[in-house]
């Protein structure tokens, strides 16, 4: 089945720490995002890529990195610059950056500092 | 900057109708779109329409446009238990990078048996 999967679902973190969360597509999709989910709020885009070994930051990208070193793959690591991290995390993927064509979502990540 | 408004909470009755409601800033918008968002899980694309058009149809749900007010509507017929969740409203426009989807803050939505 193609999709979008994203892992872990759950993620705790020691403050000071590291984390990378995953997200892998078999879509065969050129255009991948990562997003940011605080209750009450909207999506928040952190950083998306269009196509392989390219990316740019979109709205709240410091404390962030990505790579993209290959098409499916789009991990995030959240780093210990990231001052509020705990949040849920969402990543999705388009066959082009165009609008018109459908986002698909993986599952999301739920993230939090301990 | 774009931006793009929705209430936060709608209540209603197993089989009455619903209708969440989102406004946008940015006039030159084409593509507004409706996500279903279940708890814990991703979101899901319900439907689209490009700036053009006043109405789509889809089975139970039907969008509305006003470009002139900046105004969009999901209207979703004989709600069920299973439509609740939270709806987003997202608006993009491909001539300044399509990337750029401006989401809403959600619309969470409570069906009441």
């Known amino acids: 089945d193609g999709g979008i999967t994203q892992s872990p679902k759950y993620l705790f973190r020691k403050e000071g720490q590291n984390v990378t969360l995953s997200c892998e597509q078999n879509l065969n999709h050129d255009a991948m995002y990562w997003y940011r989910q605080d209750p009450g709020q909207g999506l928040r885009l952190i950083y998306y890529?269009?196509?392989?070994?390219?990316?740019q930051k979109g709205d709240i990208a410091e404390g962030y990195s990505v790579s993209r070193e290959k098409k499916e793959s789009f991990p995030l690591t959240v780093t210990s610059a990231q001052k509020n991290p705990t949040a849920f995390y969402l990543c999705a993927s388009r066959l082009t950056l165009a609008g018109n064509t459908e986002a698909f979502f993986g599952q999301g990540t739920r993230l939090t500092v301990v | 900057g774009e931006d793009v408004e929705q209430s936060l909470f709608l209540s209603v009755r197993e089989g009455d109708s619903s209708v969440i409601n989102c406004t946008y800033t940015d006039s030159s918008s084409t593509y507004l779109y409706w996500y279903k968002q279940e708890p814990g899980a991703g979101l899901q694309l319900l439907t689209y329409?490009?700036?053009?058009?006043d109405m789509k149809q889809d089975q139970r749900l039907t969008v509305l446009l006003n470009k002139k007010d900046k105004h969009l509507s999901l209207r979703i017929a004989d709600t069920q238990t299973g439509d609740s969740a939270i709806y987003f409203c997202a608006e993009s426009n491909p001539l300044t990078g399509g990337f750029k989807t401006i989401f809403g803050a959600g619309t969470r939505l409570f069906v009441k048996a």
């Open positions: 329409i490009f700036s053009n058009m």
């Open positions: 890529s269009q196509i392989v070994n390219d990316f």
